[in-house]
């Protein structure tokens, strides 16, 4: 399991809502969809944040909804929690 995916998972707030099955499926789709390992598509910069979160929604699909009210939060200004 990628130390930066877990990171960057605890940074946006969304590894309280990941297992470690989701964190390795994660890793994999990252590894499938940009051709290299998941740690230095992070490092890099090759998944933007956006992308990481669409993947991570993707993978943990039952949290579709709580993006789309993350999404509406962040263009008024509110905070998400």
């Known amino acids: 399991m990628s130390i930066l995916v877990k990171n960057l998972l605890s940074e946006l707030d969304l590894i309280k809502f990941t297992t470690k099955s989701d964190r390795e499926s994660i890793d994999r789709e990252i590894e499938k969809r940009k051709g ?5 598509a992070i490092y890099f910069g090759i998944v933007p ?16 909804e709580q993006k789309i009210i993350i999404k509406e939060c962040e263009k008024d200004g509110r905070k998400r929690y």
């Open 36 to 40: 290299c390992n998941c740690d230095e």
């Open 49 to 64: 944040v956006e992308e990481f979160e669409d993947i991570v929604y993707e993978v943990i699909g039952h949290f579709k």
